[in-house]
Nanobody, 127 residues
Framework: QVHLEESGGGLVQTGSSLTISCAVT????????MAWFRQAPGKEREFVAA???????????YYADSVKGRFTMSRDAAKNTVYLQMNSLKPEDTAVYYC?????????????????WGQGTQVNVSS
């Protein structure tokens, strides 16, 4: 059984940094691709970042244009955990951030490609 649990959300000021984590349990996705999505109040859930599964020659990471250069996604295979380091946060980054996983190693920016989801962690950026 696969379980994803996000942590690390909170209230921060504009321009500050925050790192959120997603711990994964379940052998079927340990080598698979993972992603972060977010949903702001009144908006649809959107892609933030994705990282390819293990066994690729290098970690391939992908970012939404709105976070490119400010956010960094990484994974610690030994801990079965992925991270999203968020720098230079803006009020428009305020959202519930969701972790997603799939058994396949190819990363995707499409929500429909992910089979497993966490409950989300709230990030609030004050102006």
């Amino acid at each position: 059984q696969v379980h994803l649990e996000e942590s690390g959300g909170g209230l921060v000021q504009t321009g500050s940094s925050l790192t959120i984590s997603c711990a994964v349990t379940g052998d079927s996705v340990n080598d698979g691709a993972m992603a972060w999505f977010r949903q702001a109040p009144g908006k649809e859930r959107e892609f933030v970042a994705a990282i390819s599964g293990l066994q690729y020659s290098r970690d391939n990471t992908y970012y939404a244009d709105s976070v490119k250069g400010r956010f960094t996604m990484s994974r610690d295979a030994a801990k079965n955990t992925v991270y999203l380091q968020m720098n230079s946060l803006k009020p428009e980054d305020t959202a519930v951030y969701y972790c997603a996983a799939r058994a396949q190693r190819l990363a995707s920016m499409k929500q429909s490609m992910y089979d497993y989801w966490g409950q989300g962690t709230q990030v609030n950026v004050s102006s």
